[in-house]
């Protein structure tokens, strides 16, 4: 019964002796914080259940008061991905993103290889603006390679088996790597910015974006081909699959208005988070004018936002998470516990000891099956431990950022989208893991190597 | 094109010349505010969708900050609502709800107006808790109702429709009543609290329970002996509805466990709302904590709180209004109006000037179709000028907050419930009206005065 395990863990630390240094709410709220956590890990009940009791039991045992404990609810970063959940939904209903992907397949798909590339910038074209790779890759991505799978690469020959192999591999690395490269691409990373800046260091959209661009370029260049030979061996189905995205986009007709008006105002949006930097926009409120934009304009009916079932889900575990790490944070934990580390710590340089943090930090990522119950149980610890080593507070906050979504590669359920993907039946079990292994080295190899030389450009270190 | 309409209102205002002695951004706030509200009442968009433009038009012409336009989604009563829609979806998915209207028609309904006086006890029960009455009576006793008119009171004899036609206007003016006897059975009564403290007009959870109590319970006596004597006649159909109401509590079998742990939780919550003004206990901290019970024990799913359209939406619009309610306050707007109306009602006794006040905010709910609109559109300026008059500040809260929900008797469309009940094709749309105005009179006559009396005796005058 993981329910009482969480709530047993929770009573243990609060009755744990408490050291004199720490204020009495911040090791209450640490208890609660930890019983949150292991309930988000085991899952007795969902994510959102279990934040709603979390944020109950601040209340019932008069750790914080309802105005601090409902302060989440208001907060930028997570208005921010309920905003790109509402886009997102319109890219999906309104069909543009299946439209995009087919239109990179005529263009990239004459070759099987090409085909793992139309995947990839689907993935990234979508990235930006749509925080769940569920919702990019299962979402989108998923039913166009399905469709390709059940005509043009359908049989069982050991070429199409490959090549389906190869494009399931593909699609679902690409979104790995994409979900690394924006804040808006992945919904913990909002939860990482909020972290990082309860411990003074500032990320922006730009800076995330700037910083990830170079590496993650790379990494998306580099992985198709490194799949290719991994999976295909070369052996591959010879298939016009242009010819059935032509089909397919035949079927679509023209583009709609829907579609010419989703298309106009996330160009617009994206730029606006672009220059946000300069002209000092907010990205939330971008947005949020985004959304509205969409609601006027009849593209997104109100009914696909106020049932989004998992937008909701996610506001509420968001909300709560940051709402807990910030009071962690203000009543003076995390200062605490940086304290207690840094005499620890103190003979290992921070090349050192900022690289074997990331390794455990990234290949923990073994024993939980979502990226936000490993950033919400690891991200603050190891940046408060990296930023006691001494390691570049941006770039600590940056890399342990990024790890936290390339070590997805590793399992076949380390994000949401991975058993949607696996269910697809074109990858066995034993290859998806030994291949995300190797992917994780190569991304490591690539976001560290040619990564570092690029922060220095930028002067992150 | 009421979208258009809306903003050229908006427009039209913020154009207009600004009094010297108002703040730029407050004027610029009452220009938005009003095409929300006219958005609002015209409806060229559901209302959540409406409030979400709203909000994005704060924040795109610079009137206010992100964390100013978001402030509403942490507020107390907001979450209030929220966790009184969860509870209120686990009585109706739990049966219990129809259980207790079934129960009490066993119990009373033996002859046709004891029938009447069952679902307005069902009614009263599930009121503390349920703040919808679309909820109450169109969720839970419209089903009841509509399954006796199919069975024991079927037919197209006078007598049968006359009986029907009777139950439908008691179970409607039963909700309208309840509806304003606590803050949580109607979900525009918390926007009230909120806009009359930004009055400095205090109102707690008993302070409002206990001043209806008296005129409630008269209102709640009265009311089916009139409607019977008005539409039945004293020509009723006889018949067995105790009867029919026990043979659908045996399909419904022996209490469940997820009724009884509702139950439990229902009667435990209302210990510590009314218990609230001596324990210091908030409402919203004890409402949420009941969630929190309910999703633990597994009465209540998450699916049916994350994916509760009806809430979000609410949310959403709720949060916009007391949001900007709470800045229209605090720019000074409101204090500059009641300034401007103070010299216009030096003359005016306060309470000649109140009744009239009353009157006019009473019967312009003809020209309403949403309490909530009424009342987003009227009650602060109407409050306002009640407080210039000299008017005891509590009372002008109260009495306006009462006649929020008793307006709604007058028009089939008045509030949610309304079209719901009237649906069901038991009474002419001219009777409805006709009773409906009969019965303002009534309530007006006694909840001004036995009402008064009552007030007095609590000190509130």
Redesign the interface.
């Known amino acids: 019964m993981p ?1 009482w395990l969480a709530a047993c863990i929770g009573v243990a630390i609060w009755l744990l002796p408490r050291p004199d240094a720490v204020d009495p709410r911040a090791w209450r709220l640490l208890a609660i914080f930890v019983a949150t956590i292991v309930g988000i890990i085991a899952k007795p ?2 994510i ?2 279990v934040a ?2 979390g ?3 601040t ?2 045992t008069g750790t914080l008061t ?2 601090e ?8 970063p997570v ?1 921010l991905v309920m905003a790109a959940f509402f886009l997102a939904s319109g890219f999906i209903r309104t069909g543009l993103g299946e439209r995009i992907a087919y239109i990179l397949v005529t263009l990239f798909g004459r070759s099987t290889l090409g085909l793992g590339y139309s995947f990839a910038a689907s993935d990234l074209v979508l990235a930006p603006m749509i925080p769940s790779n569920t919702a990019r890759a299962g979402g989108v991505i998923f039913p166009v390679l399905q469709s390709l799978a059940r005509t043009v690469l359908a049989g069982e020959s050991a070429e199409a088996r490959r090549t389906r192999a190869f494009l399931t591999l593909s699609a679902y690395n690409a979104t790995v790597i994409t979900s690394a490269m924006f804040v808006t691409a992945m919904v913990a990373n909002p939860l990482i910015v909020q972290i990082a800046a309860g411990q003074d260091v500032a990320i922006t959209w730009t800076t995330w974006a700037v910083a990830a661009a170079v590496p993650g370029a790379v990494s998306l260049l580099v992985m198709p081909p490194l799949l290719y030979v991994l999976t295909a061996r070369r052996a591959v189905m010879r298939a016009d699959a242009p010819d059935a995205a032509r089909a397919a986009l035949r079927r679509l007709g023209p583009m709609k208005r829907s579609e010419r008006v989703m298309a106009t105002v996330a160009v617009v949006l994206l730029g606006a988070w672009i220059a946000g930097s300069s002209t000092g926009l ?1 990205p ?2 971008a947005a ?2 985004a ?3 969409l ?2 304009t009849g593209v997104l009916g ?2 696909a ?3 989004d ?2 937008a ?2 996610t506001f ?1 575990w968001f909300a709560t998470l940051v709402m807990m790490a910030t009071y962690l944070g203000e009543l003076g934990l995390i200062a605490w516990f940086t304290e207690q580390v840094k005499p620890l710590v103190g003979g290992v340089g921070w090349l050192t000891g900022f690289a074997g943090l990331v390794l455990v930090y990234f290949y923990t990522h073994y024993f939980f099956a979502s990226m936000t119950a490993h950033v919400s149980a690891m991200y603050a610890p190891f940046l408060a431990v990296a930023l006691a080593l001494g390691t570049p507070p941006v770039l600590a906050a940056l890399v342990l950022g990024f790890s936290s979504n390339l070590f997805a590669s590793l399992t076949h359920y380390g994000t949401a989208a991975a058993p949607i993907l696996f269910s697809g039946g074109h990858v066995p079990l034993g290859t998806w893991w030994r291949i995300g292994l190797i992917v994780s080295f190569v991304n490591i190899a690539i976001w560290v190597g040619i990564g570092a030389v690029w922060w220095r450009l930028l002067g992150l270190w």
Chains 1, 2 share one sequence.
């Open positions: 329910l009940l969902p959102g259940a709603f009791v944020i109950a039991a209340l019932a309802l105005a404990a409902l302060s989440g609810f208001t907060n930028g208005w907010d939330t409120a949020l004018m959304v509205a934009a609601l006027v109100w009914d936002v106020a049932g079932r998992e909701w889900n509420v």
